[in-house]
């Protein structure tokens, strides 16, 4: 099980905007400033696509955005496209022994 | 150009050790932080441990005990000693470096090597 919890799976058609959650607790999402969030296509290496709750690395489109509520972070994609369809993976630090916690997943089908 | 390329991965019995290393290229492994980060087959991402420019290293519970990260900084290379490996283990590992100026993300990632554990 882990630390981080996300919806499995999301759905959206070309055009559309989705969001992801992200729920943990006051030790990681809640407690910090500290999330991120990844994109993974089939096959290849994860690509930071958020860091420090809301910032985009150099290169990311603008399409994607992120958010912070209490002990839930969002990810929101904008005018999804198809090459948007990959696996999302939230992550925090947490103050628990382990430094960095990773969310379950979520796989995002663009219809 | 920022590389990173891990090798070293392979199949182990229950038990066993292996050490995974990881070149890096267009950068330097001692004035960065880099991390092990691995995926189960079909599974979610697990971060496995990491090493700060100051040498201070961490690593997750699942782990401790068991792995030891560490640098060759005349070789720009990172390494994941893997000891008493178990068959939940088995993953691709991957190495990823740190976000210049931050302390917990990941942005170049290598390509990983497989690693499995079964008798």
């Known amino acids: 099980q882990s630390a981080l919890t996300q919806p499995a799976s999301v759905s959206g058609s070309p055009g559309q905007s989705i969001t992801i959650s992200c729920t943990g607790t006051?030790?990681?999402?809640?407690?910090?400033?500290?999330v991120s969030w990844y994109q993974q296509h089939p096959g290849k290496a994860p690509k930071l696509m958020i860091y420090?709750?809301?910032n985009r690395p150099s290169g990311v489109s603008n399409r994607f955005s992120g958010s912070k509520s209490g002990n839930t972070a969002s990810l929101t994609i904008s005018g999804l496209q198809a090459e948007d369809e990959a696996d999302y993976y939230c992550?925090?630090?947490?103050?628990?022994?382990?430094?960095?916690?990773f969310g379950g997943g979520t796989k995002l089908t663009v219809l | 150009e920022v590389q990173l390329v891990e090798s070293g991965g392979g199949l182990i019995q229950p038990g066993g050790s292996l050490r995974l290393s990881c070149a890096a290229s267009?950068?330097?492994?001692?004035?960065?932080?880099i991390s092990w980060v691995r995926q189960a087959p079909g599974k979610g991402l697990e971060w496995v441990s990491i090493?700060?420019?100051?040498?201070?290293?961490y690593y997750a519970d699942s782990v401790k005990g068991r792995f030891t990260i560490s640098r060759d900084d005349s070789k720009n290379t990172l390494y994941l000693q893997m000891n008493s490996l178990r068959a939940e283990d088995t993953a691709v590992y991957y190495c990823?470096?740190?976000?210049?100026?931050?302390?917990?993300?990941?942005?170049?990632w290598g390509q990983g090597t497989l690693v499995t554990v079964s008798s």
């Open positions: 990823a470096r740190g976000l210049v100026g931050t302390t917990y993300y990941f942005d170049y």
């Open positions: 267009g950068f330097t492994v001692s004035s960065n932080y």
């Open positions: 420090d709750v809301s």
């Open positions: 992550s925090s630090y947490t103050s628990s022994s382990t430094l960095v916690v």
């Open positions: 090493i700060y420019s100051a040498g201070s290293t």
């Open positions: 006051s030790r990681d999402v809640g407690g910090y400033n500290y």
